[in-house]
């Protein structure tokens, strides 16, 4: 009976695991991270916010391809000149692709020019996997009252040439403009494209 | 995918000029000096010097015809480790595109893609991708008039080809073919294997049906003859991102396959099924396109199959010797209440019904509510558990064993009392109290069929549990309301008598049926040790059973008694603990052991790890690697005609090969790593190591003959 008994404990276990990923219209998931100044985050820290996560790798092309055209810079500048925090995460593992020291990751952020709030380092993958992020570049944008409002690509244009850019829908900015103007999200949830996370 | 080797490098170009010259030699001259002119044709893919992907474009024609259509490839060899992606590329990555610029009066057909693999990178990241090397195609309709002697057809194609790290590649890729009215077929391999990996459109040889679930969708797969393995592929939906679906063995021909996507929208994919080899099906789930019409039907006759035997399930409960007794006595006491009024006795009988449905309709809310609290996941895969089986068949057991009288089902005495008080007033309540007292008393003669009856409940939707269980109380009802509405014809009712105690005892057989089902699927998943131990331990139950029917009587003595008690717990501890605990859990492995390690034929196989395969080949020997399985029936053909030949065995015996068996029958993560290493996913799969060549065996053909095997390992010219 105790081999039943644990059977069916690890049934109901594998069947949790597999719900990880947090829902669209749920709070979102609460987490710490130190930046590439060394400065702590908490999530919390940014309630009465919007606020937007995006999964980042330069070493990525679909990356490039956003950041080569200035489509994620011009992004970034509109939203945080709009009072919206904008964190970037590298859940790059040590000695995987993308991963970077903090000197690494600001000189990064000076040669691309990223208008990002902070860039946050998520060595071990923990927030990564705690919102199921699956690619980079992959956005959530979380509303003033801690909820998640998108998770997804960055538009409709699964490619990664830059030319692309241009014509294509971004399903960021049409989210932020909707919920800012207080209206709900229109297309809350998308397949996000791009390279794996490269996880440990 | 298959392994790069087979296709020697360089031989693509080649072979188009080759068919070529069965035109001529001026094709032959001018096909060779188009494929010198344009190195595009087959350009490679280079990063930090290492050749990631090649891409040619190739025709399975040597000529183009007017008026014809022929199909055009895109052939894309990737460089070992490396993937390229499927048109759903899963969670990362990118589709690759193919896209000829054709002339004018030309038309192309959609993009046409084999099977996908499933690869699972660190975080659960899973993609759908191809290794080695893969065929994308397009049909191409030529128009009826061409005055050209020649058509060039460029090409643009552009993928994401990733590792470890993702480059994207692209190539300008131009074919140039002879117009001509008389064809020959070219490139007749490679579009024959890889067109047997295209997905098919038709009608499954399988039964499927979509059930919607709080986290997408169930599709159950039914009568899938001989594979093995079940899987599901979703096709891309941008606004509603599908998850990903796990594998599952196939347990006699059914599974079911878990697609989880918010909202359950419609869905379309792939359905694959593996036997050695694997195929594939375009299925869609309700609501989806016209191909997926014919599956709502589908469902709907398997509900209304659940219903009918519900319906037939209850109205048998009414011949139980529990309950036929009651009915006339229930009808009277309606028409004692009613007066004789007719219309007051049907109101009776509808409120005696109201009575059962409650009773069946409160069971299903309990099922459901159990349902729900395990995960819907659970639940769906519980014919692939063992264990879930061996439960199933314990029950069943008993229930059989109560059916043929070895013991009595006692309800506790208050709880009768109770409803007996309830229904002891007058008027429609108290006759709608009766009805539930009638199915409580009916309890111990309806308890086999219930019990059985929920097992299976919980492999279904809420939805068809409460109306399997609504058919059940509609059968028991239907007796009772039929008399109310016409009290004359009581005097057809048969009589009760020794006949229902006997037709108590015959329904334990299709109950025992049932259990042999069970063993032969225990037996499937852990092989006949498993059927004996699960059967000793149900003998255990049933000694127990005996044990209470006999001895734990309301007449028995207090000695007697605790007697009894100790003998049945004792019993219950064998079978339960020894049997079932110890050597029921432990058959799965004993299993795989055995069948390696008892030659089933006169090959003198030593069982393949990867540890004993080092050793001997370490050891300077040549060794034959048989990939196979119990359920492999091209491995048993090539077994008999191919390696255990008088011929195979002296020539093993006389050159010192080791025959090594990797046996896949249960899975075993070491010989489908192994397989993966040459990118296979399936077996058969047969490997020759030649003695002093260990890192770069032979690897020989699926479909196997003597002299193909002879000829490998050397033994004839």
């Known amino acids: 009976m105790n081999i039943l008994g644990k059977t069916t404990l690890a049934f109901f276990l594998a069947a949790g695991t597999a719900l990880a990923a947090p829902e669209v219209g749920q709070p979102a998931p609460a987490f710490t991270l130190t930046d590439s100044n060394g400065q702590a985050h908490n999530l919390s820290d940014f309630k009465g916010k919007f606020v937007v996560l995006e999964w980042l790798n330069h070493g990525c092309p679909f990356v490039m391809k956003h950041y080569d055209s200035g489509n994620m810079q011009k992004l970034q500048k509109e939203y945080t000149g709009k009072d919206v925090v904008w964190l970037s995460v590298v859940s790059s593992a040590p000695g995987k692709q993308g991963h970077m020291s903090p000197a690494e990751t600001n000189q990064a952020k000076e040669e691309k020019g990223s208008a990002a709030t902070a860039i946050l380092i998520d060595g071990d993958g923990t927030v990564g996997r705690l919102y199921g992020a699956r690619v980079t570049p992959e956005l959530y944008i979380i509303d003033p009252e801690g909820a998640l409002i998108y998770a997804g690509a960055i538009d409709n244009k699964k490619s990664v040439d830059p030319t692309d850019v241009e014509g294509a829908t971004n399903y960021v900015k049409q989210a932020l403009d909707e919920a800012m103007a207080g209206q709900p999200v229109s297309t809350p949830k998308t397949e996000p494209y791009g390279c794996s996370v490269k996880y440990n | ?65 007017p008026g014809q259509t022929f199909r055009l490839g895109l052939l894309l060899r990737m460089a070992p480790g490396w993937h390229t992606y499927w048109e759903n590329p899963g969670d990362s990555g990118l589709a690759t595109e193919f896209e000829p610029q054709l002339p004018p009066g030309f038309a192309a057909g959609p993009l046409t893609w084999p099977l996908p693999q499933r690869i699972i990178e660190p975080g659960d990241i899973q993609v759908y991708a191809y290794k080695g090397e893969v065929l ?128 359950s ?72 209440q009613a007066g ?60 059989a064993l109560n059916l043929f009288g070895v013991f009595e089902i006692v309800l506790p005495g208050r709880a009768t009392q109770g409803l007996a008080q309830a229904g ?85 057989f299709p109950l025992l049926a049932t259990l042999l089902w069970l063993l032969y699927v225990i037996g499937q998943q852990r092989g006949t040790e498993a059927v004996i131990w699960a059967a000793a331990s149900y003998l255990c139950l049933g000694l127990a059973a005996w044990l209470y029917g006999a001895f734990l009587g309301p007449v028995s003595s207090g000695r007697a008694r605790t007697l009894a008690t100790l003998a ?43 540890a ?12 034959f690697l048989d990939f196979t399985a119990d359920w492999c029936i091209t491995c048993k053909f090539n077994l008999r005609t191919a390696i255990d030949t008088k011929a195979v065995r002296e020539a093993f015996t006389r050159l010192g090969i080791v025959p090594m068996l990797a046996d896949w029958t249960n899975s075993n993560p070491e010989i489908t790593r192994k397989l993966a290493q040459f990118d296979r996913v399936g077996v058969p799969f047969y490997l020759f190591y030649a003695p002093g060549k260990a890192d770069d065996p032979v690897i020989l053909p699926e479909l196997l003959t003597e002299q193909i095997l002879l000829r490998a390992i050397g033994a004839q010219p």
């Open chain 2, 136 to 263: 994308l195609v397009r049909t191409i309709t030529t128009p009826a008039d061409l005055d050209t002697a020649e058509i060039s057809i460029p090409a643009k194609a552009s993928w994401l080809v990733c590792e470890a790290i993702c480059i994207p590649g692209k190539a300008d890729l131009q074919l140039t073919l002879p117009v001509s009215a008389s064809t020959q077929p070219a490139n007749t391999e490679l579009f024959a294997k890889f067109t047997a990996q295209f997905p098919s459109a038709g009608q499954p040889p399988f039964t499927i049906s979509w059930n919607a679930t709080p986290t997408g969708w169930n599709l159950g797969l039914r009568d899938t003859s001989a594979a093995r393995q079940a899987d599901f592929f979703p096709f891309a939906d941008d606004k509603h991102p599908v998850g990903h679906t796990a594998p599952r063995d196939l347990v006699a021909g059914a599974a079911d396959l878990a697609i989880p996507v918010a909202g």
């Open chain 2, 568 to 610: 049945i717990v004792f019993s219950l501890l064998l079978g339960l603990g020894y049997f079932t605990g110890d050597l029921f859990a432990r058959s799965a492995a004993s299993k795989s052991q055995k069948a390696a390690a008892i030659p089933t034929d006169g090959i003198p196989w030593v069982p393949y790890s990867e």
């Open chain 2, 1 to 65: 995918m298959s392994e790069a080797s087979s296709l020697p490098a360089g031989t693509l170009c080649p072979r188009a000029t080759k068919s070529g010259a069965s035109y001529g030699r001026r094709f032959l001259a001018a096909l060779l000096v188009s494929f010198f002119l344009l190195p595009f044709s087959s350009p490679a893919q280079l990063y930090q010097g290492q050749k990631l992907v090649e891409a040619t474009l190739l025709a399975d024609t040597t000529a183009i015809a």
């Open chain 2, 265 to 336: 929208p419609p869905v379309r994919g792939i359905v694959v099924l593996e036997n050695g080899d694997r195929r594939g099906w375009v299925v869609a789930s309700a609501a989806g396109t016209p191909a997926a019409k014919d599956t709502p039907a589908a469902a709907k006759t398997g509900l209304w199959t659940y219903l009918l035997f519900g319906l037939i399930g209850g109205f048998i409960l009414n011949l139980m010797p529990c309950v036929l007794p009651v009915i006339s006595l229930k009808i009277f006491g309606f028409m004692r």
């Open chain 2, 612 to 623: 004993e395969l080092q050793r001997v080949l370490a050891a300077g020997q040549p060794v």
């Open chain 2, 340 to 399: 004789d009024s007719r219309a007051n006795i049907l109101k009776h009988g509808l409120a005696f019904t109201a009575g059962i449905f409650l009773w069946f309709l409160g069971l299903a809310a309990v099922i459901i509510a159990l349902k729900s609290a395990g995960s819907e996941v659970t639940w769906a895969f519980q014919f692939q558990n063992p264990w879930f089986n061996y439960v199933i068949g314990a029950v069943i057991f008993v229930f």
């Open chain 2, 424 to 508: 002891g007033h007058g008027g429609l309540a108290g006759s709608f109290a009766q009805g539930i007292l009638a199915t409580l008393l009916a309890t111990p003669c309806t308890a086999p069929f219930l019990g059985t009856a929920l097992g299976f409940a919980f492999s279904q939707t809420s939805v068809v549990i409460a109306a399997m269980f609504a058919a059940i109380a509609a059968g028991m009802a239907f007796p009772y309301l039929l008399l109310s509405a016409q009290p004359g014809w009581m005097q057809y009712l048969p009589k009760p008598g020794a006949w229902m105690e006997r037709l108590k005892q015959f329904m334990g």
